[in-house]
Every structure is written in C-alpha cells, then in structure tokens.
C-alpha cells in the first residue's frame, strides 16, 4: 500500500495518516511496526543484517575472506521472482529520494558493520581498523552500483550485476606471497592477533 502511495504522490507529499487508512489500521499500530515513515521503504532491514550477520558466522572458517563477503552479499539480495517487481520500486524510492538520503546513510553504516565485524575477526583485527572498515564501504559499493545499473533497465538481472560487482574484491582480498602481514595489520591498525596468518 505505502509503495503505491509514494508511487501516486511522492514520498514527501505522502502522510503516515495516509498510509495507514490505505493499511486498514491506525497510525499508533503503524508506528509500532516502523518507528517513523523514514523507515517504511527499508521494510525488515534489521531482520535482514541479523540474517547477514548469522549467514557469516556459519561460513567455514578455511573459505577465503573475499568469497565468503561475495556469497553473503548476493544471499542478503537474493530474491524470490514475484518479489522482484516491489524491490525495484523500494531501491529506485531509495537511491533516488533526497529526503531518504540521511536516513539511508545510517542503514548502509549498520550494513557496513556487520561486514566489518566479519572481516575484522577473520583477520585478528578491530573492526574500527582500517582493513575491515574499508571492505565495508568497498562491498556496499559494489552493491549500490549493481543496483543503479540494474534500475537503469540494463539487460542484465540484479544477481548477475552484483556478481560481477563483487567479483573485484578477490583482487582487492587476495594477498601474494608474503603480502599477509602487511594486510592483515594496516599502519595504525595493529593486529590484536598478531601471530594469526592472514586467510587468503
């Protein structure tokens, strides 16, 4: 009902009172499922990071860092084909909404911590170290340019823009020979398991 609503009038132009007539309750049940209407298009986000967040935890601990960021993104924006449809409005809503634009900024940081949390204990590291801050910023990228290309109407499907997004952070992961120590503990980030190889 919201999407519709945002759809026919615009987000800003659309009232919580609206949105819930249009839901059959009452704007204090509204409120109990979404703090504020801000919240509304982000649908069961935190569910979802829960979700992400238990998806790494149960990655087997010999599966390389890249590949286990790169499957768990793609498992957060996996998608049943009759969902399709209402997920494209909610991004397009999303990325294209001045007035989301803050909000939104505090949903990709909670985001971008689960994944650095992950990375951080794969590497024996802080995940307010550098390493692992950066490939959060650098995986949520990846996503967010998978999806403006996918809202632009390319032929590609969202699963095949995001895997070829994230195909990079192999490059970005992967050490040579002898690389470990100096990306496992990045200057000014001291590893806090400094006896721990870097996995691959």
């Known amino acids: 009902m919201a999407f519709r609503l945002f759809a ?4 800003e132009e659309t009232s919580v009172d609206a949105i819930a007539e249009a839901a059959g309750i009452g704007r204090r049940t509204l409120f109990r499922y979404y ?3 801000n919240d509304i298009p982000w ?9 992400l967040r238990e998806y790494l935890r149960a990655m087997p601990a010999d599966i390389p860092v ?4 790169h ?6 924006n996996h998608l049943d084909e009759t969902a399709i449809p209402q997920h494209r409005e909610r ?3 999303l990325l294209t909404t001045p007035a989301l634009q ?6 990709y940081a909670a985001w971008r911590r689960v994944i650095a949390e992950y990375v951080a204990d794969r590497y024996g590291l802080s995940a307010d170290d550098l390493l692992p801050r950066t490939v959060g910023h650098v995986s949520l990228g990846m996503a967010l ?13 969202l699963p095949q823009l995001l895997d070829a997004a994230l195909a990079s952070l192999r490059q970005y992961l992967s050490e040579g020979p002898g690389a470990g120590d100096s990306a496992a503990a990045p200057a000014g980030s001291p590893s806090r398991n400094p006896g721990r190889r870097v996995p691959d």
């Open 8 to 11: 026919e009038r615009g987000f």
């Open 35 to 37: 703090p504020s209407k």
């Open 43 to 51: 649908g069961r986000f935190e569910a979802g990071l829960e979700h």
């Open 66 to 69: 890249y590949q286990a960021v």
């Open 71 to 76: 499957q768990a993104v793609l498992d957060f």
């Open 91 to 93: 991004m397009r809503l």
């Open 102 to 107: 803050a909000h939104s900024a505090l949903k």
């Open 145 to 157: 340019s998978a999806y403006e290309q996918w809202l632009n109407g390319r032929d590609a499907s």
